[in-house]
């Protein structure tokens, strides 16, 4: 998924900045983790959710003729239970 390019910015000591998932195995995920601990780089895995349906569905009314006029700019906050979810 992202391993080999991440590896490759690492080895050319820029900073990695990856979607999720991280990386199909565990095993790619440490090569990752390895070569940006070796060249001292930043290893972020950052979260998308441009597949939620929440999002989805704001793109198409933007997209289409929805009555709100043109979209120039959209900003999102989310929040979540995520940390007060037992564990």
Not at 31 to 41: I, K, P, Q
């Amino acid at each position: 998924l992202h391993a080999d390019h991440a590896v490759l910015a690492a080895s050319r000591k820029k900073h990695v900045i990856i979607s999720k998932p991280m990386a199909t195995t565990l095993a790619d995920a440490e090569r990752m983790v390895e070569a940006c601990e070796r060249s001292s780089v930043k290893l972020i895995a950052g979260h998308s959710l441009g597949f939620s349906p929440a999002i989805i569905e704001m793109a198409k009314l933007a997209r289409d003729d929805s009555g709100i006029g043109k979209v120039q700019v959209a900003q999102l906050v989310a929040f979540t239970d995520w940390m007060l979810l037992p564990r």
